[in-house]
């Protein structure tokens, strides 16, 4: 989590020396929209081969904090994980662990309408309560003689907050570790040490390391201690400037089976410019592409729900930044698995598949500034149609073309700079 100083209500951290990452490596911003061609370039067959199953998706979603900010309004919540016209559809809330026992019942109103809608809550704490902590170097980490007190305190919640009406999915055992100069530090040695010591007394699934960055040496010591394995339901990571070749994870396949993969925060491209910028925004888009295909990751959380730079703006209504998660969000819904498909026919177009058994769903990218014309082949598949949405310039969400297949096959047109989402009928 990363915010911009001078904000009301909100810790004043620098952006600058945390978010450089970003500016090394997040893809660069393509150019001014561009008018559709004619006749688009035919694109490489893009084959999606929906026998070949790759991970389960449990969701996608976002943060509220109202620690920091304001908490979502009555209507807000609906357009937040509502899955009906002008609405996100996700399916994922995150929320906050406050050190402080008295701020939680901030943090139910929110929860509790998203667990009505069917979303998954989980949490996650910056900071144990003050009298269980200790500097050291300048930080803060937590007492070695309170371990069992802080499994405690994380267990207060999970138990305050399903009082309440709201069955946490999921906690974390610190929100980036390694990350921590606002906030408790841990290392990869003292996360291990919990999850062995401690981490099996909590009432609900149990979430690390949350690095800012994807950092394997932070993960790999829990995947490499059985003891410490055990008592970790879900490997959760951020995504801030991770390099698209840091995705992968060998390790995690190789000893992760029966655990959860989540990516559970980050803000992508940025957040100083609008998220209705354009084309600017397909970089989200881009990203969440990047964070399925590569990285495996089962959930897409962002940040916070409701900012300037965020899926949802300040006054309510859907972003082009958040237009794009609700691509895959409103559509890719929990219990769905990614599943095989040509995933870069050409360059700056990323193709996704996705299917829950009898509905396949299809997220096409074009990054460039022509239309494309993208022929199609389900494995396995005979004759139907497709319902379709695109979000480019000048729509939003909306309605498109429908699309006819015939034995497997059909062809369709991305138009310039756009998302477009496929949806058997």
Known sequence: MMLLPGRTNEPRFDPVSRRAFLTLSATAAVGAAGLVSAQPAAA???????????????????????AWISDLTAAQRETAFGNGAGQLGFTILRIPVHEDPARWAGEVATAK??????????????????????????????????????????????????????????????????????????TPAEIVRFLRENAGSIEARVIAPESF???????????????????????????????????????????GAGKELWMTEVYHPNSTDSADLWPQSLATGENMHNALLHGRFQAYVWWYIRRSYGPMREDGQISKRGANMAHFSKWVRPGYWRVTATANPESNVFVTAFTNGSKLVIVAINKTSAGVYVPFSVEGAGSGAFSTWVTDASRTLAPYNRVVMTNGAFGSELPAQSIRTFVTE
């Open 213 to 255: 960055q994807y950092r394997k040496n932070l993960s790999d010591p829990i995947l490499n201690d059985p003891a410490a394995l055990a008592n970790v339901d879900i490997l959760g990571a951020h995504l801030y400037g991770t390099p698209t070749s840091d995705l992968a994870y060998p390790l995690f396949v190789q000893k």
């Open 113 to 186: 309408r998203a667990t009505e809608l069917g979303a998954k809550v989980f949490a996650s704490p910056w900071n144990p309560p003050a009298s269980m902590t200790e500097t050291f170097s300048g930080g803060k980490r937590l007492r070695y003689d309170q371990y069992g007190n802080y499994a405690r305190h994380l267990n207060d919640f999970v138990r305050y907050m399903r009082d309440r009406g709201v069955p946490l999915y999921g906690i974390s055992v610190q929100n980036e570790p390694d990350y921590a100069h606002d906030w408790t530090a841990w």
């Open 44 to 66: 490489a067959q893009v084959l999606v081969q929906p026998s070949i199953r790759q991970q389960t998706i449990q969701g996608f979603g976002g943060m509220n904090h109202t």
